[in-house]
Each structure stands twice: as C-alpha cells, then as structure tokens.
Nanobody, 117 residues
Framework: QVQLLESGGGLVQPGGSLTLSCAAS????????MNWFRQAPGKEREFVAG????????SYADSVRGRFTISRDNAKNTLYLQMNSLKPEDTAVYYC??????????WGQGTQVTVSS
C-alpha cells in the first residue's frame, strides 16, 4: 500500500511563497493521479490542484489558479505544490492525495501552512 508523506509547510508572510512536497513510498507512484487538498479550521476539506499520472494534465481550484503550480517527478516518486502570492485565506492543513488505478484512495498526514504577518 502506497504511503504519502508531506513536507514543506510553515509560516509565511502574505505575498510570500512556499513549496510543498509529497514523497510516496511503496506502490507505483508513476501510475497514480495525484492531488492536493486543504482544510482550514472549521471548514470542509477542499480540492486545490490535481495532476494526471504523466504530468501532462493539471487542474486547479479557481481560488488558486495562477498562483499555485502542481508538478510531479516520477523518477523521485514526489509530488510538488509551488505556492506563490500567498494570502491569509490560504492558511490550512494541506494534504497529498493519491488516486490508485483500481479505485483506491490514499491520504497523507498533512502539513500546516500559515500565512500571516
């Protein structure tokens, strides 16, 4: 069973940047569709960005389009989320999510991103 481990979260000022990483162990990372979700306090978990198995297709929530970039390196079994022009409303726990070929779903444990001055 694939395991996902996020890293790269932290405290950043408004307008700043962060890059999140999600390292996959076990399984076959290069066959998975991958996503980033986030959950702010008191709110439901929401989709942020997604990428297909090859990296040739990406999608974004309207709230982050143009500011965030999702990418992957299948040779390194790693998913990334480059976040620019961060806003206080981007504060949340960010989760890595894998879509397995036979329909399974796997979540990482999450990494906290706080945007504050």
């Amino acid at each position: 069973q694939v395991q996902l481990l996020e890293s790269g979260g932290g405290l950043v000022q408004p307008g700043g940047s962060l890059t999140l990483s999600c390292a996959a162990s076990k399984g076959t990372f290069s066959t998975y569709g991958m996503n980033w979700f986030r959950q702010a306090p008191g709110k439901e978990r929401e989709f942020v960005a997604g990428i297909n198995w090859s990296g040739s297709s990406t999608s974004y929530a309207d709230s982050v389009r143009g500011r965030f970039t999702i990418s992957r390196d299948n040779a390194k079994n790693t998913l990334y989320l480059q976040m620019n022009s961060l806003k206080p409303e981007d504060t949340a726990v960010y989760y890595c999510h894998a879509e397995l070929p036979l329909g399974g779903r796997v979540w990482g444990q999450g990494t906290q991103v706080t945007v504050s001055s």
